[in-house]
């Protein structure tokens, strides 16, 4: 299996900043066809994960541009700019290049 | 609008059995591969199965941890994915999530394994 590595917090961030939120995958995540299966999802409290990012680089419907991620083969990031209250939550990273698998999750932290 | 909507979660003895379903809305569900996701505090969300499409003779995988005990199934007339789960272990408590491939998530329902 692959196997998806996150810090469980991000570094605590001031409301209206940037934040960024790492990942890494035990082997390359980047497909022949050129597509990097990494996928980005947050966890609001009490809410089922939401999808962010699709594909490494794609914001799924309906996500803030504040979102924005990139990253090689193994390793990865999540940027949001200027962090707002409704960003609370757990963020984790899946690939899906083989069977599904998840990070732990990072919770990002306000200061 | 995409929605999922599970059921069937409840409390179960160790060694007993249990039927998840899901049914879908809001966009064709016979093209879509489904899959069910748990999430607990000890192991965090781990995929659980997937089933494919019609074009795929309906294949199924399933991670190691339930492989022979659970089954996942598909009646694309009723929009339904479901999840039977056999001999049943306290490892498999957890929010039982059932997904649109790797889109859209319903919002669980739970299966708590005890005595």
Redesign the interface.
Known sequence: DIVMTQAAFSNPVTLGTSASISCRSSKSLLHSNGITYL?WYLQKPG?????LI?QMSNL?SGVPDRFSSSGSGTDFTLRISRVEAEDVGVY?C?Q?LE????G??TKLEIK | EVKLEESGGGLVQPGGSMKLSCVASGFTFSNYWMNWVRQSPEKGLEWVAEIRLKSNNYATHYAESVKGRFTISRDDSKSSVYLQMNNLRAEDTGIYYCTRRTDYWGQGTTLTVSS
């Open positions: 996928y809410q089922s994960p939401q999808l699709y799924a984790y899946a899906n069977l599904p698998t998840f732990g999750g």
